[in-house]
């Protein structure tokens, strides 16, 4: 398969039914395309929370991108938690021990120490993109992550 010179697109969501409360069952979905093979809807692994969703959903659009030699590309996110956190926050957490300012414990550590292993070995543009506005890609995104969402057994 033959990937373009600019950024590959993909689009990542999360999504979690009953958020914050119990019985919160959470997805993640990653969108390359109609139809794309490399296509992913599947439930979060650890905590049912919408951020751990889109997090991961991250995560995993980098890991399938390196597993296939695309050097650059553009994640469409409707998170700007994720895209602040990876631009703005992250590198202050980690000279904190993963700490927040307050000194707390950075909630999602574990799935943030995922993507910081991964989000540096290839170019990455994070672009945000409104959610439920008709932009099919993260439409599709999210429909993944419902049906993934669909799958999570604790």
């Known amino acids: 398969m033959q990937w373009p010179e600019v950024e590959q697109q993909v689009y990542t969501d999360g999504a979690c039914s ?7 069952r959470a997805g993640l979905g990653v969108y390359w395309g109609d139809g794309h093979p490399l296509n992913v809807s599947e439930p979060v692994s650890g905590r049912a929370t919408n951020n751990c969703g889109e997090i991961q959903a991250s995560t995993k659009a980098i890991k399938i ?24 926050w992250m590198p202050g957490w980690k000279r904190k021990g993963w700490k927040l300012a307050s000194g707390e414990p950075v909630k999602n550590e574990k799935d943030f120490k995922d993507l910081d292993s991964v989000k540096h070995k290839l170019q990455i543009k994070w ?3 409104e959610a439920h506005r008709g932009i099919h ?8 992550a419902k049906a993934g969402a669909a799958m999570y057994n604790k």
């Open 137 to 144: 890609g993260n439409e599709m995104a999210d429909e993944l």
């Open 18 to 24: 009953a958020n914050g409360r119990s019985g919160a």
């Open 65 to 88: 991108a390196l597993q296939n030699g695309i050097q650059k590309l553009a994640i469409n996110t409707d998170s700007k938690f994720v895209i602040n956190s990876v631009t703005k």
């Open 127 to 129: 672009n945000y993109v």
